[in-house]
């Protein structure tokens, strides 16, 4: 089976005016503008719910956050599989890194 590869990336909040990828004249995200050139972008994208941990678990399993009852330090249940592992059924080598690890378990 031939190796494929696919990439996202999902943010806390951050203004768009501070980045280069959006036009602000330093070069403050050179990472974030040389994918953006590669592939493709959304501007207009909208969170599932107001904060990060709902609105990540909607993004990687694409339920809705009601339907997923997460909360403060609560993880998934497992009741729908995640975006890594419908893709890893699928021939594809996944990862993810994370800055934020309240919400991590080890």
Known sequence: MSRKSSGSQA???SSKEQKSSYGY?????????????????FDE?????????PSHASFFTGRWPH???????TPLRGQSPT???YLGSRGYATAGFVANTTYCSY
């Open 83 to 85: 975006l890594a592992e």
């Open 45 to 53: 994208a909208r969170a599932t719910a107001p904060w990060t941990l």
């Open 67 to 73: 339907e997923l009852d997460v909360r403060w330090l």
């Open 11 to 13: 943010e806390n909040p």
């Open 25 to 41: 004249e330093r070069p403050t995200t050179p990472t974030l503008e040389r994918l953006a050139q590669q592939g493709i972008r």
